[in-house]
């Protein structure tokens, strides 16, 4: 069938976005503030010594306090794709091959269905090496990923299952809103391969979490469990963020979320999806215990119990704001937000010092405060989504696209 006559079809069968694949290149803009280039001359200096790190050991970075780990955690991508952002921006291939080199120890993971984690590990890496780079062998391992993950999604609930059951904490179904990201390599290997299932199952997620996942006032607890032969919605908890279930509201839950839903109207081209993540950005822009630096503390319901701050949180919001913002009428709101987001985290107060921080990038990332784990330090997806929203923010303030859409 002709690619015209193909895609016609398709859309009368209600895949709009099929085969309209993106493609990211090396930067190559004008603007780049002070600011920003001093963000980026840190981050080369911090991803080369933890490059060498990587390189010697065959381990990759979660947390100052986790150090290296396996590339079964589920950070495990997040520093390949870093190296990834920092091709990017240089358009050195002394960056692309070391990209290469780090995305290459993930590529065991591709079968691992232990956890619904296999969306934040394979994509952050393979992911945006395909996008740059087109290369097939990554192509492959994308679609051999999303059909790994696809092994954990219930016909009869209408959701991955994040987690396993577990009877100590009488979760038959567990769902988490981080599990919004790992929509994104569904939605890529369906425009890869045309493979409808994967869009289905993305879409039947996504739209189940919009229903049952928020509150009336657009907060969401971080875990949800279902009935797993109903389908029906059993009951709110948490892991991360606060204990009290009925008002957590984990900070960098939120993000994944705003990320999720804006990411899966870029996706789909469902109007739903914008207007939820337009309304959780408004309901975390006005919420009242927003710091003035927009650095959320880690669960914006209970600033009382602790004001550690989760710069994590602000990336990934920041770089979700990023993209809202080309999408939303709303958008200039967002943008600014946003950008006020970047500058607070590539200020002194959150951007490490060359040679410090165990060669993170960034400081004041909090993992859980309530299980005392990985508190007021680095994270390597707090520096991922760092790297992500400023690429989108020059992008933007060149007046480029995001992504080139083709
Ligand atoms: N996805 C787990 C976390 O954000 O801590």
């Not at 999604?153 to 790992?182: A, C, H, Q």
């Amino acid at each position: 069938m002709k690619r015209p006559v193909l895609l016609l079809a398709l859309t009368l069968l209600g895949c709009q976005s099929i085969l309209t694949a993106r493609q990211m290149h090396p930067l190559q803009v004008k603007v780049v503030p002070a600011w920003v280039a001093n963000a980026f001359t840190v981050a080369q200096t911090q991803s080369e010594a933890m490059y060498n790190e990587v390189m010697k050991t065959g381990l990759l970075p979660r947390s100052i306090q986790r150090g290296l780990q396996p590339k079964t955690d589920w950070t495990a991508g997040f520093f390949p794709g870093t190296l990834w952002y920092l091709y990017t921006y240089t358009g050195e291939d002394t960056w692309k091959t070391r990209a290469e080199k780090a995305t290459a120890l993930m590529e065991g993971e591709q079968n691992n269905a232990f956890d619904h984690d296999i969306g934040f590990k394979m994509y952050s890496c393979f992911g945006n090496g395909y996008l740059l780079t087109g290369n097939k062998a990554y192509r492959h391992i994308i679609f051999r990923s999303a059909k790994t993950l696809t092994s954990r999604y219930s016909y009869k609930t209408g959701l991955i299952m994040s987690w396993e059951p577990d009877v100590k904490r009488d979760w038959l179904f567990p769902v988490i809103i981080d599990n919004m990201i790992n929509l994104e390599l569904l939605m890529e290997a369906y425009k890869m391969s045309g493979d409808t299932t994967l869009r289905h199952i993305a879409v039947s997620h996504a739209d189940k979490t919009m229903k049952y996942h928020y509150r009336k006032d657009m907060s969401c607890p971080h875990v949800v469990d279902y009935e797993p032969e109903t389908g029906a919605m059993r009951k709110y908890d948490w892991n991360n963020g606060s204990d009290d279930t009925a008002h957590s509201t984990w900070s960098r839950g939120q993000s994944w979320g705003l990320y999720g839903f804006t990411m899966m109207y870029r996706e789909t081209g469902d109007r739903k999806y914008l207007q939820h993540a337009e309304k959780i950005a408004d309901f975390l822009l006005s919420h009242p215990n927003m710091p003035e630096d927009m650095i959320p503390y880690w669960d914006y319901s209970a600033p009382e119990r602790s004001k550690m701050r989760d710069a994590s949180a602000a990336a990934v919001m920041a770089s979700a704001l990023m993209e809202l913002s080309t999408y939303s009428a709303r958008g200039k709101k967002y943008f600014e937000a946003g950008e006020k987001q970047l500058k607070s985290l590539s200020s002194p107060a959150y951007l490490a010092k060359p040679g410090t921080h165990k060669n993170f990038i960034l400081m004041h990332a909090t993992g859980n405060l309530l299980r005392n784990s990985e508190l007021d330090g680095a994270l390597s997806y707090a520096d991922y989504y760092y790297m992500e929203g400023l690429l989108r923010y020059l992008r933007l303030i060149n007046g480029k696209e995001l992504y080139k859409v083709i």
